[in-house]
Protein backbone atom coordinates (compact mmCIF):
# COMPACT_ATOMS: atom_id res chain seq x y z
CA UNK A 1 0.00 0.00 0.00
CA UNK A 2 1.42 2.94 -1.29
CA UNK A 3 1.44 5.72 1.61
CA UNK A 4 -1.42 8.66 1.79
CA UNK A 5 -0.46 12.13 1.33
CA UNK A 6 -3.09 14.23 2.52
CA UNK A 7 -1.13 17.36 3.51
CA UNK A 8 1.89 18.62 1.37
CA UNK A 9 3.94 21.88 1.99
CA UNK A 10 6.16 23.84 -0.50
CA UNK A 11 8.80 26.23 0.02
CA UNK A 12 9.55 29.45 -2.04
CA UNK A 13 6.36 30.36 -4.29
CA UNK A 14 8.37 31.67 -7.11
CA UNK A 15 8.06 30.72 -11.01
CA UNK A 16 7.85 26.82 -9.88
CA UNK A 17 6.64 26.41 -6.51
CA UNK A 18 3.45 28.73 -7.13
CA UNK A 19 2.58 26.13 -9.91
CA UNK A 20 3.52 22.97 -7.97
CA UNK A 21 1.04 24.03 -5.29
CA UNK A 22 -1.59 24.53 -7.81
CA UNK A 23 -1.07 20.90 -9.20
CA UNK A 24 -1.50 19.40 -5.29
CA UNK A 25 -4.43 21.22 -4.77
CA UNK A 26 -6.39 20.90 -8.45
CA UNK A 27 -5.78 17.24 -6.90
CA UNK A 28 -7.61 17.29 -3.49
CA UNK A 29 -4.41 17.69 -1.64
CA UNK A 30 -4.15 20.03 0.88
CA UNK A 31 -1.25 22.23 0.55
CA UNK A 32 0.72 24.48 3.38
CA UNK A 33 2.61 27.37 1.02
CA UNK A 34 5.60 28.77 2.26
CA UNK A 35 7.33 31.53 1.63
CA UNK A 36 10.22 34.07 3.67
CA UNK A 37 8.36 37.31 3.48
CA UNK A 38 5.13 38.24 3.78
CA UNK A 39 5.50 40.19 0.55
CA UNK A 40 6.60 37.46 -1.40
CA UNK A 41 3.58 35.14 -0.15
CA UNK A 42 1.55 38.07 -1.74
CA UNK A 43 3.33 37.73 -4.89
CA UNK A 44 2.49 34.34 -4.39
CA UNK A 45 -0.44 34.03 -3.24
CA UNK A 46 -1.34 35.95 -6.74
CA UNK A 47 0.16 33.97 -9.16
CA UNK A 48 -1.87 31.13 -8.19
CA UNK A 49 -4.86 33.61 -8.18
CA UNK A 50 -3.77 34.97 -11.76
CA UNK A 51 -2.83 31.13 -12.99
CA UNK A 52 -6.41 29.67 -11.89
CA UNK A 53 -8.67 32.98 -12.97
CA UNK A 54 -7.11 32.47 -16.46
CA UNK A 55 -7.62 28.54 -16.03
CA UNK A 56 -11.28 29.41 -15.46
CA UNK A 57 -11.48 32.14 -18.37
CA UNK A 58 -10.38 29.36 -20.43
CA UNK A 59 -12.76 26.95 -19.40
CA UNK A 60 -10.53 24.35 -18.22
CA UNK A 61 -11.68 24.52 -14.77
CA UNK A 62 -15.46 25.48 -13.42
CA UNK A 63 -15.72 28.43 -10.67
CA UNK A 64 -16.64 26.14 -7.44
CA UNK A 65 -14.01 24.43 -8.60
CA UNK A 66 -11.37 27.28 -8.24
CA UNK A 67 -12.85 28.37 -5.16
CA UNK A 68 -12.58 25.13 -3.36
CA UNK A 69 -8.65 24.42 -5.02
CA UNK A 70 -7.91 28.02 -3.00
CA UNK A 71 -9.60 26.71 0.13
CA UNK A 72 -7.11 23.72 0.28
CA UNK A 73 -4.15 26.15 0.53
CA UNK A 74 -3.06 27.66 3.67
CA UNK A 75 0.04 30.55 3.22
CA UNK A 76 2.19 31.27 5.88
CA UNK A 77 5.61 32.47 6.78
CA UNK A 78 8.60 30.77 7.75
CA UNK A 79 9.00 27.18 7.44
CA UNK A 80 7.32 26.35 11.48
CA UNK A 81 3.89 25.76 9.49
CA UNK A 82 5.17 22.85 8.45
CA UNK A 83 5.38 20.37 11.47
CA UNK A 84 2.75 18.40 10.18
CA UNK A 85 2.65 17.81 6.10
CA UNK A 86 3.50 14.28 5.26
CA UNK A 87 5.93 15.66 1.99
CA UNK A 88 7.47 18.81 1.65
CA UNK A 89 8.75 20.11 -1.93
CA UNK A 90 11.66 22.88 -1.84
CA UNK A 91 11.41 25.14 -4.75
CA UNK A 92 13.60 27.97 -3.48
CA UNK A 93 16.17 29.72 -5.55
CA UNK A 94 19.26 27.39 -7.05
CA UNK A 95 21.77 27.86 -4.44
CA UNK A 96 22.86 24.70 -3.07
CA UNK A 97 23.82 26.38 0.40
CA UNK A 98 20.72 28.06 0.66
CA UNK A 99 18.66 24.51 -0.74
CA UNK A 100 21.17 22.92 2.27
CA UNK A 101 19.86 25.62 5.07
CA UNK A 102 16.51 25.19 4.25
CA UNK A 103 16.90 21.08 4.51
CA UNK A 104 18.40 21.30 7.66
CA UNK A 105 15.76 23.18 9.06
CA UNK A 106 13.08 21.13 7.72
CA UNK A 107 14.41 18.34 8.76
CA UNK A 108 14.32 19.76 12.46
CA UNK A 109 10.26 20.90 12.26
CA UNK A 110 8.96 17.95 10.20
CA UNK A 111 7.83 14.84 11.86
CA UNK A 112 10.27 12.62 11.47
CA UNK A 113 8.30 10.16 8.60
CA UNK A 114 7.89 13.15 6.48
CA UNK A 115 9.37 12.73 3.64
CA UNK A 116 11.95 16.04 2.46
CA UNK A 117 11.98 17.01 -1.91
CA UNK A 118 13.69 18.94 -4.05
CA UNK A 119 12.52 20.39 -7.33
CA UNK A 120 15.99 21.31 -8.03
CA UNK A 121 16.96 21.18 -11.65
CA UNK A 122 21.01 20.90 -11.43
CA UNK A 123 21.45 20.80 -7.92
CA UNK A 124 23.12 17.18 -6.36
CA UNK A 125 20.01 15.94 -4.40
CA UNK A 126 22.39 13.78 -2.55
CA UNK A 127 24.10 16.97 -1.53
CA UNK A 128 20.89 18.57 -0.59
CA UNK A 129 20.36 15.48 1.65
CA UNK A 130 23.35 15.03 3.80
CA UNK A 131 21.93 18.05 5.19
CA UNK A 132 19.09 16.58 7.03
CA UNK A 133 19.85 13.27 9.66
CA UNK A 134 17.27 11.10 6.87
CA UNK A 135 18.55 10.92 3.74
CA UNK A 136 16.98 8.14 2.74
CA UNK A 137 13.57 10.28 3.14
CA UNK A 138 15.06 13.07 0.14
CA UNK A 139 14.32 12.26 -2.72
CA UNK A 140 13.74 14.67 -6.27
CA UNK A 141 10.48 15.84 -7.57
CA UNK A 142 11.33 17.92 -10.20
CA UNK A 143 8.14 19.51 -12.01
CA UNK A 144 8.50 20.74 -15.54
CA UNK A 145 7.74 24.62 -16.38
CA UNK A 146 4.52 25.80 -16.05
CA UNK A 147 4.24 22.89 -13.36
CA UNK A 148 0.22 22.62 -14.11
CA UNK A 149 0.42 21.93 -17.52
CA UNK A 150 3.96 19.89 -18.60
CA UNK A 151 2.90 16.14 -17.90
CA UNK A 152 6.62 15.00 -17.05
CA UNK A 153 8.02 15.17 -13.37
CA UNK A 154 11.44 13.55 -12.95
CA UNK A 155 11.56 11.49 -9.29
CA UNK A 156 15.06 11.63 -8.48
CA UNK A 157 16.50 9.14 -6.44
CA UNK A 158 20.35 9.05 -4.63
CA UNK A 159 22.14 6.08 -3.34
CA UNK A 160 20.41 6.30 0.18
CA UNK A 161 17.04 7.11 -0.79
CA UNK A 162 14.57 4.34 0.64
CA UNK A 163 12.78 1.97 -2.33
CA UNK A 164 9.71 2.74 -1.01
CA UNK A 165 9.78 6.26 -0.42
CA UNK A 166 10.51 6.12 -4.30
CA UNK A 167 7.72 4.09 -4.88
CA UNK A 168 5.51 6.25 -2.42
CA UNK A 169 6.06 9.22 -4.76
CA UNK A 170 6.23 7.39 -7.44
CA UNK A 171 2.30 6.79 -6.65
CA UNK A 172 1.71 10.22 -5.79
CA UNK A 173 2.99 11.51 -9.22
CA UNK A 174 0.07 8.81 -11.04
CA UNK A 175 -2.38 10.65 -8.56
CA UNK A 176 -1.52 13.89 -9.49
CA UNK A 177 -2.12 12.84 -13.16
CA UNK A 178 1.75 13.21 -13.96
CA UNK A 179 3.68 10.88 -15.63
CA UNK A 180 7.07 9.98 -13.82
CA UNK A 181 10.47 9.02 -15.27
CA UNK A 182 12.98 7.86 -11.69
CA UNK A 183 16.33 8.61 -12.38
CA UNK A 184 19.41 8.21 -10.37
CA UNK A 185 21.11 11.59 -9.46
CA UNK A 186 22.95 13.63 -12.21
CA UNK A 187 23.56 16.88 -12.91
CA UNK A 188 20.60 17.95 -15.42
CA UNK A 189 18.52 14.53 -14.68
CA UNK A 190 17.30 13.89 -18.47
CA UNK A 191 15.64 17.17 -19.77
CA UNK A 192 17.75 19.93 -18.75
CA UNK A 193 20.66 17.79 -19.42
CA UNK A 194 19.64 18.13 -23.05
CA UNK A 195 18.14 20.86 -23.09
CA UNK A 196 20.34 23.60 -21.53
CA UNK A 197 23.31 22.74 -23.76
CA UNK A 198 20.98 23.93 -26.54
CA UNK A 199 19.55 26.76 -24.61
CA UNK A 200 23.02 28.65 -23.91
CA UNK A 201 23.96 27.86 -27.78
CA UNK A 202 21.06 29.90 -28.49
CA UNK A 203 21.77 32.75 -26.47
CA UNK A 204 25.64 32.48 -28.05
CA UNK A 205 23.98 33.04 -31.67
CA UNK A 206 22.09 35.94 -30.11
CA UNK A 207 25.05 37.55 -28.36
CA UNK A 208 27.08 37.54 -31.40
CA UNK A 209 24.33 38.99 -33.52
CA UNK A 210 24.01 36.00 -36.29
CA UNK A 211 20.63 36.23 -35.65
CA UNK A 212 17.29 38.16 -34.33
CA UNK A 213 16.23 37.02 -31.08
CA UNK A 214 12.67 36.86 -33.10
CA UNK A 215 14.52 34.59 -35.81
CA UNK A 216 15.95 32.14 -33.91
CA UNK A 217 12.78 31.73 -31.99
CA UNK A 218 10.79 31.71 -35.20
CA UNK A 219 13.23 29.04 -36.87
CA UNK A 220 12.79 26.60 -33.69
CA UNK A 221 9.35 26.79 -33.15
CA UNK A 222 8.83 26.78 -37.18
CA UNK A 223 11.71 24.21 -38.05
CA UNK A 224 11.16 21.72 -35.33
CA UNK A 225 7.55 22.33 -33.92
CA UNK A 226 8.72 23.12 -30.67
CA UNK A 227 6.15 25.19 -28.42
CA UNK A 228 8.23 27.81 -27.88
CA UNK A 229 11.88 29.41 -29.24
CA UNK A 230 14.88 29.34 -27.16
CA UNK A 231 14.91 32.85 -25.65
CA UNK A 232 11.32 32.92 -25.03
CA UNK A 233 11.73 29.52 -22.96
CA UNK A 234 14.84 31.42 -21.16
CA UNK A 235 12.00 33.96 -20.20
CA UNK A 236 9.90 31.86 -19.12
CA UNK A 237 12.09 29.77 -16.71
CA UNK A 238 13.94 33.28 -15.58
CA UNK A 239 17.48 34.10 -16.44
CA UNK A 240 18.64 34.19 -12.85
CA UNK A 241 17.39 30.46 -12.24
CA UNK A 242 19.14 29.77 -16.13
CA UNK A 243 22.40 30.97 -15.07
CA UNK A 244 22.33 28.76 -11.87
CA UNK A 245 21.49 25.91 -13.60
CA UNK A 246 24.24 26.32 -16.91
CA UNK A 247 26.61 27.16 -13.75
CA UNK A 248 25.87 24.06 -11.84
CA UNK A 249 25.77 21.78 -14.84
CA UNK A 250 29.33 23.24 -16.16
CA UNK A 251 30.72 22.32 -12.66
CA UNK A 252 29.24 19.01 -11.76
CA UNK A 253 29.00 17.94 -16.18
CA UNK A 254 32.44 17.48 -16.51
CA UNK A 255 33.30 21.19 -17.18
CA UNK A 256 31.62 20.98 -21.15
CA UNK A 257 32.24 24.75 -21.71
CA UNK A 258 28.85 24.55 -23.81
CA UNK A 259 27.05 24.99 -20.14
CA UNK A 260 29.58 27.80 -19.26
CA UNK A 261 27.29 30.35 -19.15
CA UNK A 262 27.67 32.80 -22.12
CA UNK A 263 28.84 36.49 -20.21
CA UNK A 264 25.70 37.81 -22.23
CA UNK A 265 23.16 36.32 -18.74
CA UNK A 266 25.41 37.19 -16.43
CA UNK A 267 24.39 40.74 -17.39
CA UNK A 268 20.95 40.73 -18.08
CA UNK A 269 20.56 38.87 -14.22
CA UNK A 270 22.96 41.72 -12.93
CA UNK A 271 20.72 44.59 -14.73
CA UNK A 272 17.60 42.72 -13.65
CA UNK A 273 16.64 41.60 -16.76
CA UNK A 274 15.25 38.16 -15.34
CA UNK A 275 12.44 37.40 -17.99
CA UNK A 276 8.78 37.21 -17.61
CA UNK A 277 8.92 37.61 -13.90
CA UNK A 278 10.55 40.77 -14.26
CA UNK A 279 8.44 42.17 -17.07
CA UNK A 280 11.53 42.21 -19.34
CA UNK A 281 14.84 39.71 -20.51
CA UNK A 282 15.23 38.56 -24.17
CA UNK A 283 11.82 40.24 -24.93
CA UNK A 284 9.77 42.95 -23.16
CA UNK A 285 6.28 41.68 -21.44
CA UNK A 286 3.51 44.03 -20.75
CA UNK A 287 3.62 44.11 -17.09
CA UNK A 288 5.92 41.90 -14.80
CA UNK A 289 4.87 38.14 -14.61
CA UNK A 290 2.56 38.47 -17.76
CA UNK A 291 3.45 35.92 -20.84
CA UNK A 292 2.18 39.33 -23.22
CA UNK A 293 4.93 40.48 -25.22
CA UNK A 294 5.02 43.87 -26.17
CA UNK A 295 7.35 45.60 -29.05
CA UNK A 296 10.45 47.19 -27.75
CA UNK A 297 13.22 49.02 -29.75
CA UNK A 298 14.43 45.79 -30.81
CA UNK A 299 11.18 44.61 -32.68
CA UNK A 300 11.96 44.62 -36.34
CA UNK A 301 9.39 46.97 -38.26
CA UNK A 302 6.35 45.47 -39.47
CA UNK A 303 7.48 43.21 -42.22
CA UNK A 304 5.81 44.15 -45.47
CA UNK A 305 7.29 47.45 -45.42
CA UNK A 306 10.47 46.21 -44.35
CA UNK A 307 10.74 43.45 -47.33
CA UNK A 308 10.41 46.41 -49.91
CA UNK A 309 13.02 47.88 -49.16
CA UNK A 310 15.52 47.55 -52.08
CA UNK A 311 14.00 44.00 -52.95
CA UNK A 312 14.15 43.32 -56.83
CA UNK A 313 10.86 42.60 -58.23
CA UNK A 314 10.75 38.35 -59.84
CA UNK A 315 8.02 37.12 -61.54
CA UNK A 316 10.13 34.01 -63.06
CA UNK A 317 11.84 31.58 -61.16
CA UNK A 318 14.15 28.33 -62.17
CA UNK A 319 14.65 25.24 -60.19
CA UNK A 320 17.56 23.11 -60.93
CA UNK A 321 17.26 19.41 -59.45
CA UNK A 322 14.68 16.46 -59.66
CA UNK A 323 15.00 15.19 -56.14
CA UNK A 324 12.52 15.46 -53.37
CA UNK A 325 13.63 19.34 -52.36
CA UNK A 326 13.35 20.50 -55.99
CA UNK A 327 10.04 18.70 -56.53
CA UNK A 328 8.45 20.50 -53.27
CA UNK A 329 9.89 24.11 -54.48
CA UNK A 330 8.66 23.85 -57.63
CA UNK A 331 5.27 23.25 -56.25
CA UNK A 332 6.01 26.23 -53.89
CA UNK A 333 6.61 28.69 -56.30
CA UNK A 334 3.62 27.12 -58.76
CA UNK A 335 1.38 27.49 -56.25
CA UNK A 336 2.24 31.18 -55.31
CA UNK A 337 2.06 32.21 -58.91
CA UNK A 338 5.52 32.36 -60.33
CA UNK A 339 6.44 31.35 -63.94
CA UNK A 340 9.01 28.27 -63.17
CA UNK A 341 11.10 26.73 -65.24
CA UNK A 342 12.02 23.73 -63.97
CA UNK A 343 15.62 22.15 -65.05
CA UNK A 344 16.19 18.47 -64.45
CA UNK A 345 19.16 16.44 -66.21
CA UNK A 346 17.54 14.96 -68.68
CA UNK A 347 13.70 14.72 -69.76
CA UNK A 348 12.83 11.24 -68.34
CA UNK A 349 13.63 12.98 -64.79
CA UNK A 350 11.59 16.13 -65.95
CA UNK A 351 8.60 13.45 -66.60
CA UNK A 352 8.94 11.84 -63.01
CA UNK A 353 8.90 15.26 -61.43
CA UNK A 354 6.17 16.58 -63.67
CA UNK A 355 4.84 13.37 -61.82
CA UNK A 356 5.32 13.86 -58.33
CA UNK A 357 4.04 17.55 -58.55
CA UNK A 358 1.18 16.46 -60.09
CA UNK A 359 0.19 13.73 -57.52
CA UNK A 360 1.23 16.47 -54.55
CA UNK A 361 -1.17 18.53 -55.88
CA UNK A 362 -3.76 16.19 -56.38
CA UNK A 363 -3.63 15.92 -52.64
CA UNK A 364 -4.42 18.79 -52.19
CA UNK A 365 -7.14 18.90 -54.19
CA UNK A 366 -8.77 15.74 -52.73
CA UNK A 367 -8.09 17.57 -48.85
CA UNK A 368 -10.03 20.59 -50.15
CA UNK A 369 -6.66 22.82 -49.49
CA UNK A 370 -6.54 23.82 -53.97
CA UNK A 371 -9.71 23.95 -55.88
CA UNK A 372 -8.83 22.37 -59.61
CA UNK A 373 -8.44 25.45 -61.18
CA UNK A 374 -5.84 26.39 -58.82
CA UNK A 375 -4.19 23.19 -59.45
CA UNK A 376 -4.63 23.28 -63.48
CA UNK A 377 -3.40 26.64 -63.11
CA UNK A 378 -0.19 26.12 -60.87
CA UNK A 379 0.68 23.45 -63.20
CA UNK A 380 0.32 25.45 -66.43
CA UNK A 381 2.98 27.90 -64.94
CA UNK A 382 5.42 25.15 -64.97
CA UNK A 383 7.69 24.46 -67.76
CA UNK A 384 9.96 21.57 -68.18
CA UNK A 385 13.58 21.60 -69.53
CA UNK A 386 16.52 19.40 -69.31
CA UNK A 387 19.26 22.41 -70.24
CA UNK A 388 20.54 25.00 -68.22
CA UNK A 389 19.75 27.73 -71.35
CA UNK A 390 16.49 27.43 -70.29
CA UNK A 391 17.29 30.05 -67.33
CA UNK A 392 18.73 33.06 -69.60
CA UNK A 393 15.79 35.18 -68.42
CA UNK A 394 14.49 33.73 -65.16
CA UNK A 395 14.71 36.58 -62.14
CA UNK A 396 15.52 33.74 -59.53
CA UNK A 397 17.16 30.92 -59.91
CA UNK A 398 16.80 27.90 -56.66
CA UNK A 399 19.53 25.05 -56.92
CA UNK A 400 18.84 21.91 -55.18
CA UNK A 401 20.83 19.36 -56.50
CA UNK A 402 22.95 16.92 -54.94
CA UNK A 403 24.78 17.94 -51.84
CA UNK A 404 28.24 17.76 -52.93
CA UNK A 405 30.47 20.85 -52.90
CA UNK A 406 31.72 20.17 -56.47
CA UNK A 407 28.90 19.86 -58.43
CA UNK A 408 27.23 22.76 -57.07
CA UNK A 409 30.06 24.92 -57.82
CA UNK A 410 30.60 23.45 -61.48
CA UNK A 411 26.61 24.29 -61.83
CA UNK A 412 26.88 27.90 -60.48
CA UNK A 413 29.80 28.72 -62.95
CA UNK A 414 27.29 27.62 -65.66
CA UNK A 415 24.68 29.73 -64.13
CA UNK A 416 27.00 32.96 -63.88
CA UNK A 417 27.54 32.27 -67.52
CA UNK A 418 23.99 31.62 -68.42
CA UNK A 419 21.47 33.99 -66.41
CA UNK A 420 21.02 37.09 -67.33
CA UNK A 421 22.54 40.54 -64.51
CA UNK A 422 20.78 41.17 -61.43
CA UNK A 423 19.30 37.65 -60.80
CA UNK A 424 19.17 36.42 -57.89
CA UNK A 425 21.09 32.89 -57.36
CA UNK A 426 20.06 30.53 -54.49
CA UNK A 427 21.40 27.29 -53.26
CA UNK A 428 19.58 25.51 -51.04
CA UNK A 429 22.21 23.10 -49.06
CA UNK A 430 22.20 22.53 -45.53
CA UNK A 431 25.58 21.46 -45.36
CA UNK A 432 27.91 23.40 -47.18
CA UNK A 433 28.97 26.54 -47.05
CA UNK A 434 27.40 29.20 -49.05
CA UNK A 435 30.60 31.73 -50.00
CA UNK A 436 32.37 28.76 -51.27
CA UNK A 437 29.06 28.03 -53.82
CA UNK A 438 29.00 31.97 -54.27
CA UNK A 439 32.99 32.36 -55.02
CA UNK A 440 32.59 29.51 -58.38
CA UNK A 441 30.73 32.94 -59.88
CA UNK A 442 31.99 36.15 -60.42
CA UNK A 443 29.15 37.70 -58.72
CA UNK A 444 28.85 36.51 -54.88
CA UNK A 445 27.00 39.34 -54.34
CA UNK A 446 23.76 38.15 -56.00
CA UNK A 447 24.15 34.91 -54.11
CA UNK A 448 21.89 33.34 -50.70
CA UNK A 449 21.32 30.74 -49.51
CA UNK A 450 17.77 29.34 -49.48
CA UNK A 451 17.07 26.80 -46.79
CA UNK A 452 13.81 25.08 -47.29
CA UNK A 453 12.97 22.01 -44.76
CA UNK A 454 11.76 18.89 -46.19
CA UNK A 455 8.27 18.64 -47.38
CA UNK A 456 8.82 22.00 -48.46
CA UNK A 457 4.77 22.75 -49.49
CA UNK A 458 4.42 22.13 -45.72
CA UNK A 459 7.07 23.54 -43.75
CA UNK A 460 6.54 27.17 -42.98
CA UNK A 461 10.26 28.13 -42.39
CA UNK A 462 13.34 28.93 -44.39
CA UNK A 463 16.29 29.82 -43.93
CA UNK A 464 17.83 32.65 -45.47
CA UNK A 465 21.42 32.67 -45.43
CA UNK A 466 23.84 35.77 -46.14
CA UNK A 467 27.39 35.40 -46.77
CA UNK A 468 30.17 37.93 -46.13
CA UNK A 469 29.95 39.12 -50.21
CA UNK A 470 25.92 38.99 -50.45
CA UNK A 471 24.02 42.53 -51.15
CA UNK A 472 21.29 43.67 -49.17
CA UNK A 473 19.84 43.92 -52.19
CA UNK A 474 19.88 40.32 -52.66
CA UNK A 475 18.99 39.53 -49.27
CA UNK A 476 15.59 41.43 -48.80
CA UNK A 477 15.11 40.36 -52.48
CA UNK A 478 15.18 36.58 -50.62
CA UNK A 479 13.07 37.99 -47.53
CA UNK A 480 10.38 39.83 -49.62
CA UNK A 481 9.92 35.83 -52.21
CA UNK A 482 9.89 33.97 -48.81
CA UNK A 483 6.83 36.33 -47.85
CA UNK A 484 5.46 36.00 -51.11
CA UNK A 485 5.33 31.99 -50.57
CA UNK A 486 3.70 32.31 -47.19
CA UNK A 487 6.94 31.19 -45.67
CA UNK A 488 8.68 32.42 -42.65
CA UNK A 489 11.93 33.71 -43.45
CA UNK A 490 14.55 33.67 -41.28
CA UNK A 491 18.38 35.58 -41.76
CA UNK A 492 21.08 34.28 -40.59
CA UNK A 493 24.83 34.15 -41.01
CA UNK A 494 26.62 31.58 -43.65
CA UNK A 495 27.63 29.03 -40.69
CA UNK A 496 27.52 25.17 -40.71
CA UNK A 497 23.70 24.44 -39.45
CA UNK A 498 22.63 27.57 -39.83
CA UNK A 499 20.12 28.62 -37.17
CA UNK A 500 17.76 24.82 -36.96
CA UNK A 501 20.22 22.51 -37.51
CA UNK A 502 23.14 23.49 -35.62
CA UNK A 503 20.92 24.09 -32.37
CA UNK A 504 19.20 20.99 -33.08
CA UNK A 505 21.86 18.10 -34.04
CA UNK A 506 23.74 18.52 -31.02
CA UNK A 507 20.86 17.98 -28.49
CA UNK A 508 20.26 14.70 -30.35
CA UNK A 509 23.75 13.81 -30.25
CA UNK A 510 23.81 14.47 -26.47
CA UNK A 511 20.62 12.13 -26.21
CA UNK A 512 22.59 9.36 -27.87
CA UNK A 513 25.69 9.95 -25.29
CA UNK A 514 23.30 9.57 -22.57
CA UNK A 515 21.75 6.70 -23.63
CA UNK A 516 25.26 5.26 -24.22
CA UNK A 517 26.11 5.94 -20.83
CA UNK A 518 23.01 3.63 -19.63
CA UNK A 519 21.89 6.93 -17.96
CA UNK A 520 18.37 6.05 -18.79
CA UNK A 521 16.62 4.10 -22.07
CA UNK A 522 15.51 5.63 -25.08
CA UNK A 523 12.00 5.58 -24.11
CA UNK A 524 12.22 7.58 -21.07
CA UNK A 525 14.73 9.86 -23.25
CA UNK A 526 11.65 10.05 -25.58
CA UNK A 527 9.43 10.40 -23.08
CA UNK A 528 10.68 13.57 -20.65
CA UNK A 529 11.57 15.81 -23.53
CA UNK A 530 8.13 14.81 -25.64
CA UNK A 531 5.87 15.69 -21.95
CA UNK A 532 8.79 17.48 -19.17
CA UNK A 533 9.70 20.10 -23.07
CA UNK A 534 6.79 19.56 -25.17
CA UNK A 535 8.51 18.64 -28.28
CA UNK A 536 6.56 16.93 -30.77
CA UNK A 537 8.69 14.05 -31.10
CA UNK A 538 11.17 12.77 -28.45
CA UNK A 539 15.02 12.76 -29.76
CA UNK A 540 15.27 8.67 -30.96
CA UNK A 541 12.28 8.99 -32.64
CA UNK A 542 13.53 12.00 -34.74
CA UNK A 543 16.66 10.66 -35.11
CA UNK A 544 14.85 7.20 -36.69
CA UNK A 545 13.09 9.33 -38.78
CA UNK A 546 15.79 12.20 -40.13
CA UNK A 547 18.17 8.92 -41.28
CA UNK A 548 21.03 8.26 -38.40
CA UNK A 549 23.55 8.97 -41.52
CA UNK A 550 22.11 12.11 -42.47
CA UNK A 551 22.64 12.81 -38.97
CA UNK A 552 25.87 11.84 -38.46
CA UNK A 553 26.42 13.90 -41.21
CA UNK A 554 25.40 16.98 -39.92
CA UNK A 555 27.19 16.34 -36.64
CA UNK A 556 30.94 15.61 -38.69
CA UNK A 557 30.21 19.22 -39.85
CA UNK A 558 29.30 20.69 -36.99
CA UNK A 559 32.14 19.57 -35.45
CA UNK A 560 34.35 19.89 -37.92
CA UNK A 561 33.78 23.71 -38.43
CA UNK A 562 33.51 24.97 -34.40
CA UNK A 563 35.96 22.24 -33.05
CA UNK A 564 33.91 22.04 -30.24
CA UNK A 565 34.57 19.08 -28.11
CA UNK A 566 31.13 18.83 -27.39
CA UNK A 567 29.92 18.44 -30.67
CA UNK A 568 32.17 15.08 -31.25
CA UNK A 569 29.75 12.61 -33.09
CA UNK A 570 28.61 9.72 -30.20
CA UNK A 571 30.49 6.64 -30.75
CA UNK A 572 27.10 4.57 -30.85
CA UNK A 573 25.60 6.91 -33.33
CA UNK A 574 28.92 6.24 -35.60
CA UNK A 575 28.80 2.61 -35.01
CA UNK A 576 24.85 2.56 -35.67
CA UNK A 577 25.71 3.83 -38.90
CA UNK A 578 28.66 1.67 -40.18
CA UNK A 579 26.13 -1.53 -39.13
CA UNK A 580 23.26 -0.04 -41.48
CA UNK A 581 21.16 0.84 -38.63
CA UNK A 582 20.04 4.27 -40.28
CA UNK A 583 16.30 4.68 -39.11
CA UNK A 584 13.00 3.59 -40.21
CA UNK A 585 14.53 3.64 -44.51
CA UNK A 586 16.45 0.86 -43.11
CA UNK A 587 14.06 -0.60 -40.70
CA UNK A 588 15.83 -0.25 -38.17
CA UNK A 589 18.07 2.31 -36.29
CA UNK A 590 17.76 3.45 -32.14
CA UNK A 591 14.06 1.14 -32.79
CA UNK A 592 13.38 -2.07 -34.93
CA UNK A 593 10.67 -1.01 -37.19
CA UNK A 594 10.16 -3.96 -39.18
CA UNK A 595 6.84 -4.75 -37.58
CA UNK A 596 5.50 -1.46 -38.16
N1 LIG B 1 12.18 28.08 -13.52
C1 LIG B 1 12.06 26.89 -14.05
O1 LIG B 1 11.68 26.76 -15.23
C2 LIG B 1 12.33 25.66 -13.22
C3 LIG B 1 11.87 24.43 -13.67
C4 LIG B 1 12.06 23.30 -12.87
C5 LIG B 1 12.73 23.41 -11.66
N2 LIG B 1 13.20 24.63 -11.27
C6 LIG B 1 13.86 24.70 -9.96
O2 LIG B 1 12.92 25.16 -9.02
C7 LIG B 1 13.59 25.88 -7.99
C8 LIG B 1 12.96 27.27 -7.88
O3 LIG B 1 13.17 27.97 -9.10
P1 LIG B 1 12.24 29.18 -9.55
O4 LIG B 1 12.54 29.43 -10.99
O5 LIG B 1 10.86 28.91 -9.13
O6 LIG B 1 12.87 30.37 -8.69
P2 LIG B 1 12.22 31.80 -8.34
O7 LIG B 1 13.35 32.70 -8.12
O8 LIG B 1 11.18 32.16 -9.36
O9 LIG B 1 11.44 31.52 -6.96
C9 LIG B 1 12.09 31.20 -5.76
C10 LIG B 1 11.22 31.61 -4.58
O10 LIG B 1 11.80 31.12 -3.39
C11 LIG B 1 11.58 32.10 -2.37
N3 LIG B 1 12.55 31.90 -1.29
C12 LIG B 1 13.84 32.26 -1.24
N4 LIG B 1 14.38 31.91 -0.05
C13 LIG B 1 13.40 31.31 0.67
C14 LIG B 1 13.32 30.75 1.98
N5 LIG B 1 14.38 30.73 2.78
N6 LIG B 1 12.14 30.23 2.39
C15 LIG B 1 11.06 30.25 1.58
N7 LIG B 1 11.09 30.77 0.34
C16 LIG B 1 12.24 31.29 -0.12
C17 LIG B 1 11.76 33.42 -3.10
O11 LIG B 1 11.12 34.46 -2.41
C18 LIG B 1 11.09 33.11 -4.45
O12 LIG B 1 9.73 33.45 -4.45
C19 LIG B 1 15.05 25.91 -8.36
O13 LIG B 1 15.70 24.88 -7.70
C20 LIG B 1 15.02 25.66 -9.86
O14 LIG B 1 16.18 25.08 -10.33
C21 LIG B 1 12.99 25.75 -12.00
Known amino acids: MAREFSTVGVVGLGTMGAGIVEVFARNGIDVVAVEISAPALERGRATLKGSTDRAVAKGKLAEADRDALHERVHFAVGLDALHS????????????????????ELDRVCRPETILATNTSSLSVTEISVATSRPNQVIGIHFFNPAPVMKLV???????????????????????????????????????????????????????????????????KLGCGLPMGPLALMDLIGLDTAYEILDTMYRRGGRDRRHAPVPLLKQMVTAGLLGRKSGRGFYTYERPGSPV????????????????????????????????????????????????????????????????????????????????????????????????????????????????????KALFASLDEICKPGVVLATTTSSLPVIDVAMATQRPADVVGLHFFNPAPVMPLVEVVRTIRTSPE???????????????????????????????????????????????????????????????????????????????????????????????????????????????????????????
Open 85 to 104: VDLVIEAVPEHLDLKQRIFA
Open 154 to 220: EVVRTVVTAPEVVADVEALCARLGKVDVTINDRAGFIANALLFGYLNHAVSMFESHYATREDIDAAM
Open 293 to 408: VVPDEATPPATDAALADGARAIAKVGVVGSGTMATGIIEVFAKAGYEVVSVTRGMEKSAKVCEAVKTSLNKGVVRGKLTEADRDAALGRISWSATLDHLADVDLVVEAVVEELSVK
Open 474 to 596: ATATARAVCAALGKTGVLCGDRSGFIVNALLFPYLNDAVKMLEASYSTADDIDHAMKLGCGYPMGPFELLDVVGLDVSLAIQRELYLELREPGFAPAPLLEHLVTAGYLGRKTRRGFRDHSHR
